[in-house]
């Protein structure tokens, strides 16, 4: 059984805009940080943007500050990954994971993303931003 389905993903124009969900349990969305990673083709993961189970605190890459939002709505058991502005340099998987021993400090930093084991990883949902 997924304890993290996305959805979302699709083709987009440069400039475009989507939406990216993460439906979670309860549990999990009241006590772990959730987070979202990408990984392109023949490229090593990369930590996106992560939220805080306790203050809902966030953190993005450089990469997409300015131009990513993430929220978690509480009612719906969701976490989302709002992408406005959106390059071709975006395109990739886009996956969502969760960890109840990591902060949000260091949940996306590219020395956990490529050491620590997540608790809880999507599927994945594919991400094409082209003209």
């Known amino acids: 059984q997924l304890q993290l389905v996305e959805s979302g993903g699709g083709l987009v124009q440069p400039g475009g805009s989507l939406r990216l969900s993460c439906a979670a349990s309860r549990f999990i969305l009241d006590y772990y940080t959730i987070g979202w990673f990408r990984q392109a083709p023949g490229k090593e993961r990369e930590g996106v943007s992560c939220i805080g189970s306790s203050d809902g605190s966030t953190y993005y890459a450089d990469s997409v500050k300015g131009r990513f939002t993430i929220a978690r709505d509480n009612a719906k058991n969701t976490v989302y990954l709002q992408m406005n502005n959106l390059k071709p340099e975006d395109t990739s998987i886009y996956y969502c994971?969760?960890?109840?021993?990591?902060?949000?400090?260091?949940?996306?930093?590219?020395?956990?993303?490529?050491?620590?084991?997540?608790?809880?990883w999507g599927q994945g949902t594919q991400v094409t931003v082209s003209s």
């Open positions: 994971a969760a960890d109840r021993a990591l902060s949000p400090t260091n949940f996306i930093s590219p020395w956990v993303a490529g050491t620590h084991e997540y608790d809880y």
